[in-house]
């Protein structure tokens, strides 16, 4: 042997023992690195979406790499594999393990859902009826979890109220005035993967046989008062103001109201056409209940003090806002109690009933004003009042 040979023999053998080292040696397992699924947003796929595997291994090499969906193997090429909605609708995983030439192996998983399906509403049937002067209390179950839906109804657009998973409620005021027949409901949501719907169903509004009668005697001071048009008007754009129309969907009610004056006989029910000793005529956008001057009257449900003076006609009046578009009055009072920006719970006694303003005899004026329009306030206080029926729910329309 010559010592060139020698040499490269010995180079040769030192090289082999060095690759072995280097192949027993290689501790380290390949690199599954991100794919599609990784930056995801909401991990929704929607459509068909590929995704690649990649594996690296810088030492020996990648052996073999295997995949699973949802424990089922799946085959995949060098361009990887396809998700789509043959998948089936919801949560699923993909899992990859990769091993390298002497062994080691890698595992990664992904988890996404396939979300190919817009969401569908199936409205309580009692909320696709509704009378003149009454609160509309619509209540939908959605197929699917949605961040938000949207209810039209007559010119107005409101958020609904989550009340639980896939509940949404929305109490809506049907004025007084609004020519009954048949309206749309259209109601309209995405999902969190930008499925989107929008569903459109007839709600019947009927119309109220709103009383007539009693002529109510005025005195002098309160003719002169009603005279005072611009005074009149005044008082009648603070208190809309009061009651605003926002319904903000964030703030909840829980459960019917409770009465506010105790014992006491309603007198005259809302929406009653009275005449006046002056000739007028005008609708009651209230509930009249007969009791004893000094009489407690109580919150019915808690909220904020907007409004608390003594108005024309309606003499020492007080405006509570509840949230959520609803809003509560309380006219006549012999003495208020609270002041606006006081905060107060149901059941706390704010004024007591009297006979001020245009009033013939103690009595407590009790209106309720939902998103602006003044509605039955008797309608809020009926038991399992804001509580949908199980049985209730129809089909999506
Ligand atoms: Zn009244």
Same mark, same amino acid.
């Given at each position: ?7 490269? #023999? ?27 699924? /990784? ?9 068909? @979406?590929?995704? &690649? ?10 052996? /073999? ?7 089922? &193997? ?8 396809? @998700? ?64 938000? @839906? ?56 009927? =119309? ?32 809309? =103001? #009061? ?38 005529? /005008? ?94 306030? =008797? ?16 089909? #999506?329309?």
């Amino acid at each position: 042997m010559t010592s060139g040979t020698k040499i490269a #023999a010995t180079v040769g053998l030192v090289l082999g023992l060095a690759l072995a080292g280097w192949w027993f040696t290689d501790g380290t397992a390949p690199v599954i690195a991100d794919n599609e699924l /990784s930056s995801l947003p909401g991990s929704f796929v929607v459509g068909d @979406l590929r995704v &690649a595997i990649p594996v690296t291994d810088d030492r020996t090499g990648v052996g /073999s790499v295997t995949a699973t969906i949802d424990g089922e &193997a799946v085959d995949f090429s060098d361009q990887g594999l396809t @998700l789509g909605p043959s998948l089936g609708e919801g949560p699923h995983v993909l899992e990859a393990v990769a091993r390298d030439r002497r062994g080691n192996e890698s595992r990664r998983s992904w988890s996404f859902i396939t979300d190919n399906v817009a969401p569908t509403f199936r409205p309580a049937r009692s909320s696709l009826r509704g009378a003149q002067g009454r609160t509309l209390l619509l209540f939908v179950e959605t197929s699917e979890p949605v961040p938000a @839906l949207t209810a039209q109804f007559v010119g107005t657009s409101n958020l609904m109220e989550s009340t639980g998973p896939l509940r949404w409620r929305l109490h809506l005021g049907i004025s007084a005035e609004l020519e009954p027949g048949l309206k749309t409901l259209t109601l309209s949501a995405q999902d969190e993967a930008g499925n989107a719907a929008v569903g459109s169903v007839d709600v019947v509004i009927e =119309e109220t046989a709103f009383p007539r009668g009693g002529m109510i005697n005025l005195s002098p001071a309160q003719i002169e008062a009603r005279k005072n048009r611009p005074g009149v008007e005044e008082a009648a754009r603070r208190r809309r =103001e #009061a009651f605003g129309t926002e319904i903000d969907p964030s703030i909840t009610w829980t459960g019917p109201f409770e009465m506010p004056v105790q014992d006491a006989i309603m007198t005259s029910p809302f929406g009653k056409v009275r005449d006046y000793s002056d000739g007028g005529v /005008s609708r009651h956008l209230g509930t009249d209940y007969a009791a004893p001057r000094g009489t407690p009257v109580a919150a019915p449900d808690g909220g904020v003090v907007v409004l608390a003076e003594e108005m024309s006609i309606y003499g020492l009046v007080i405006i509570l806002k509840h949230g959520a578009g609803l809003a509560s009055s309380y006219n006549h009072l012999s003495e208020m109690l609270v002041e606006p920006g006081d905060v107060v719970e149901r059941g706390d006694i704010i004024g007591k009933v009297g006979s001020t303003g245009q009033s013939t005899g103690p009595h407590l004026h009790w209106g309720m004003h939902v998103g602006g329009f003044a509605v039955a306030a =008797e309608q809020w206080i009926e038991p399992g009042w804001g509580t949908p029926r199980e049985d209730d729910f129809g089909a #999506a329309p």
